[in-house]
């Protein structure tokens, strides 16, 4: 099932008045919304309170997750936890990428799995939250389904995404669906965007050593590269959706090399999230696709 704002926060609220909760939900949709409302809405999965809103930020429970600092995570344990704690409540798990990471790793998941079968610290229900869950790779999700399939009694998971489509439909499936609207994207106006746009334009015009020298940009530490190539990514997609647009509205019917640089941008953004892939070459295919369909 799938819901709109507001539609989504009441479907929320109502699974908590009604203590007719799902073993997992999937949030989905862009910015902070979903993150806000997710820990919002296991923080009413604990709340002690006899009726009215949850959470009623009183009761004992509530002032437990109240959120403190957030503690730097690490997927691989070494500079930090695997998870953390919302506020000091035991029962309640974030998960999301390490400062260092470009994804949320199998040890993570592995970790709050574990967790999740032990016994509630407090005697009520349990919650895990994995935020980024766009981040996990193929490997990760196959893990988690464990848990989908078989979770444990008054436990409930909760997948925060900006977008569902790079989970698996096993595991998409097997989540109650709340869907956050976005508006409509817009190209920012700051002089950095401009810049990118005004060289995206040119991409037609280069050839082949100049488009591979751009690429280079792109080298160095995968985590800032892959943040690099997503930005790019985000901009052109923008940029070729409203030149696409005004060609329409031009007249203009043959856009088969636009759609198929659209769907290019798609699957650069998949690689990078989901494959692991390495940032400079997503880079190459998506500027070779933008090329293909300026020429």
């Known amino acids: 099932m799938t819901g709109s704002l507001p539609e989504a926060d009441t479907l929320l609220r109502r699974a908590l008045a009604s203590g007719r909760v799902h073993s997992a939900y999937l949030l989905s949709g862009p910015g902070e919304t979903p993150r806000r409302a997710a820990l919002g809405f296991v923080r009413g999965l ?51 990428r390490g400062a260092d990471d470009t994804r949320v790793r199998i040890g993570q998941v592995r970790a709050i799995q574990e967790r999740m079968r032990l016994r509630s610290a407090e005697g009520g229900r349990r919650a895990a939250v994995i935020a980024d869950a766009e981040w996990l790779n193929q490997e990760a999700q196959n893990a988690l389904l464990r848990l989908l399939e078989e979770p444990p009694p008054e436990t409930t998971l909760v997948l925060v ?72 990514l985000h901009v052109a997609s923008l940029w070729l959706r409203d030149r696409t647009a005004s060609r329409v509205e031009a007249g203009e019917r043959s856009l088969d090399r636009e759609l198929a640089a659209f769907r290019e941008l798609q699957s650069c953004r998949k690689s990078l999230a989901q494959r692991n892939a390495n940032p400079q070459m997503v880079a190459e295919h998506a500027l070779l696709a933008l090329q293909g369909a300026l020429r």
Request: proline fraction near 7%.
């Open 46 to 96: 604990v709340c002690e309170a006899a009726a009215g809103e949850r959470p009623c930020e009183t009761c004992a429970a509530c002032r437990r997750s109240t959120v403190h600092e957030d503690i730097a995570l690490d997927g691989t344990g070494k500079k930090g936890p695997l998870y953390r704690h919302v506020g000091d409540h035991p029962d309640l798990v974030w998960v999301e």
């Open 161 to 232: 995404t900006t977008t569902a489509t790079g989970l698996l439909a096993t595991v998409r499936s097997r989540c109650q669906r709340v869907a956050f609207p976005a508006p409509p994207p817009q190209l920012a106006e700051d002089p950095e965007t401009q810049a990118l746009v005004e060289r995206l334009a040119g991409v037609g015009q280069l050839e082949i050593p100049a488009l591979l020298d751009w690429t280079e940009e792109f080298r160095g530490a995968r985590a800032e590269a892959a943040a690099a190539v997503g930005g790019l």
